[in-house]
């Protein structure tokens, strides 16, 4: 097996709506401003976002995201609008293929998006992107996407992306209040 961190990933990847872009220092102060925003959106399902983050910390949270895009440990990218000449405009939110198995060529997508921007598509263009990204360029086998079983929204955008339901992890997991929650598990095979 080829050592992950030789594999060329492209840092940009263009959908028709969106662009998204790996990490860059330089973006924490924007992201901080966004979570913000979002933190009542994001609150009842990622743990992360329970504190509205300072742009320091969100800065410290960029940079590590981007050493281990480099490292290819966890591939996040910054979701943005596309402007008309196809350059990213407004920072939407974030997504990524994360729990990275490269023996098994197994990975896991991720996505928020901002409240303002859903339901308007965003999401399953980034799922669409990153599943194309995963199954080319990474030689995937399968990617995932889990989510809480009461997160309606997040299945929908699995289900809308062509992922299958496998089934549902019963009290696999720890919600953000630290009660069991039931995960479902979506998926596609190369």
């Known amino acids: ?11 940009r990847l263009d959908g ?4 998204l872009l790996a990490p860059r220092a330089g973006l924490g102060a924007e992201l901080a401003v966004v979570i913000t925003q979002s933190l009542s959106h994001l609150r009842p399902w990622m743990a992360w976002a329970q504190d509205a983050p300072t742009a320091e910390s969100a800065e410290l949270v960029v940079r590590r995201m981007q050493a281990d895009f ?7 990218f910054q979701v943005y609008a596309c402007r008309a000449d196809g350059s990213p405009g407004r920072l939407l939110g974030g997504t990524g293929l994360h729990r990275i198995d490269w023996a098994v060529r197994r990975f896991e997508v991720g996505y928020w998006i901002r409240p303002e921007a859903a339901g308007q598509g965003h999401a399953s263009e980034a799922v669409r992107l990153l599943t194309a990204l995963a199954f080319g360029t990474l030689e995937a086998r399968r990617v995932e996407i889990r989510c809480d079983a009461r ?16 089934g549902i992890l019963r009290r696999d997991a720890l919600g953000v209040d630290g009660s069991p929650r039931d995960s479902c598990v979506y998926a596609r095979l190369a």
């Open 16 to 19: 028709e709506g969106i662009v």
């Open 70 to 76: 480099i490292a290819r440990r966890d591939l996040c």
């Open 1 to 11: 097996m080829i050592d992950p961190v030789l594999i060329d990933i492209p840092e």
């Open 151 to 166: 997160n309606l929204k997040s299945r929908a955008v699995a289900e809308r992306c062509g992922f299958e339901l496998e």
